[in-house]
């Protein structure tokens, strides 16, 4: 049988190739196969797909709007690029971030929706998703990305976590702390320090999954992410963040750990939407609010859960 680390390095997916020399075997950006790997990251599977749909403007779907339609338009597919491996060495990604950019920046620091009948105020899963993927494009130095995570810092409650949506502080607040989670730490300032660490208390006080009612979706993987949350989203920014030998993670490791299948590999729970409660009542009366969007199909091998839950096993072993 195939070893799960062989099956990751096949050449169909570049991307995954290129993380899994990086994250799981540990191989620097010099090493001559990690370049290789890089040089033909869009040229074919995920990654050339989802460039072949980008108007020649830098946006998808339509101009009018980086957010709309749910989950095809540009903002959702520069959160799925981020995640594979390209950046803005790419004159296709820069000329997209650069648009991003420009119709997302407030003048609060922060990032916001750009329909609807005005220019929408800075949101935190807006901030925290458009900074992490701008980070991960290499946009680390551009001061919106830094006004970004100083909006987080300031807009974090006081006992720790984010609000969000006006709810209330909730484990669907998780954007900030990714963001954080890729930002080098040679750059935090006391305040974003301090933004973790109260964050990651707010977190690891319930578990990763403790709020109120259980939520069954909290309990499956999905990929894309999008906004929403689940324990391999909140075990990904926890092990970044160097949290991993808390045992409050307990309940989301063993979890993580059942979900592995026989052969090493963990599968692709379910796309997004996959809601309950309130949402799911909404999605069911409004079926065009979003369109789902997959690399791979639920309910089997997922070579990108696999991946992302042996980044966080490594962590924990490391």
């Not at 950006?29 to 989802?50: F, H, N, P, Q, Y």
């Not at 800075?122 to 946009?139: D, E, M, Q, W």
């Not at 009612?213 to 092990?239: A, I």
């Amino acid at each position: 049988m195939k070893s799960t680390i062989d099956w990751l390095l096949e050449n169909d997916q570049p991307s995954i190739r290129y993380l899994a020399l990086r994250e799981l075997i540990g191989k620097p950006e010099s090493d001559a196969d990690v370049r290789s790997t890089r040089k033909v990251l869009a040229e074919r599977g995920w990654v050339a797909d989802i460039l072949a749909k980008q108007n020649r403007l830098g946006w998808w779907v339509s101009d009018e709007s980086m957010h709309q339609p749910k989950y095809l338009s540009t903002n959702w597919m520069l959160l799925i690029l981020s995640d594979l491996g390209i950046t803005r060495e790419d004159p296709r990604i820069r000329k997209a971030c650069e648009l991003w950019i420009q119709r997302g920046a407030r003048l609060d620091g922060g990032f916001g929706k750009d329909y609807g009948a005005q220019r929408s105020a800075s949101h935190l899963c807006i901030v925290g998703n458009t900074v992490r993927a701008l980070i991960k494009f290499g946009y680390v130095d551009h001061p919106q990305v830094r006004s970004g995570l100083e909006w987080l810092v300031r807009g974090r409650a006081e006992e720790g976590g984010w609000n969000c949506f006006g709810r209330g502080r909730n484990l669907d607040s998780w954007e900030g702390m990714s963001a954080f989670a890729v930002y080098p730490r040679q750059r935090w300032t006391r305040g974003m320090k301090l933004a973790v660490e109260k964050g990651a208390e707010f977190y690891l006080e319930r578990r990763l999954h403790r709020q109120g009612r259980r939520y069954p979706p909290w309990y499956r993987f999905h990929y894309p992410v999008h906004h929403y949350y689940d324990l391999l989203v909140g075990l990904e920014f926890m092990t970044a963040l160097g949290y991993g030998d808390d045992r409050r993670l307990n309940y989301a490791i063993n979890l993580l750990k059942e979900k592995r299948r026989p052969d090493g590999r963990w599968d692709l729970d379910a796309n997004h939407p996959d809601v309950a409660g309130w949402d799911a009542d909404f999605l069911k009366k409004n079926p065009k609010y979003c369109t789902p969007f997959a690399l791979e199909k639920p309910g089997v091998s997922s070579k990108m859960i696999t991946l992302k839950a042996m980044t966080v096993l490594n962590r924990l072993n490391g």
